[in-house]
């Protein structure tokens, strides 16, 4: 099964959409059964590190 680029970017519209509303979730990704990456939230790069800074406990 493939993915049209419609579909992927869908997709990426739905986990951006749910970072932005749900409180507390900073990033997402969607993997597929066989966890290959289908799609992630802008704040990620492709190696799953994160553009914001966290904050340390403390």
């Keep these: 099964m493939t993915q ?8 990426t519209w739905l986990l951006a959409n749910f970072v932005r509303a749900t409180d507390g979730v900073a990033d997402a990704v969607a993997v597929s059964s066989d966890g290959l990456l289908m799609a992630r939230s802008a704040g990620l790069d492709r190696k799953g590190r994160s553009g914001c800074p966290r904050s340390s406990p403390d």
Excluded: D
Aim: glycine content about 0%; cysteine-free; aromatic content about 12%.
């Design 4 to 11: 049209t680029a419609s579909e992927v970017q869908s997709f």
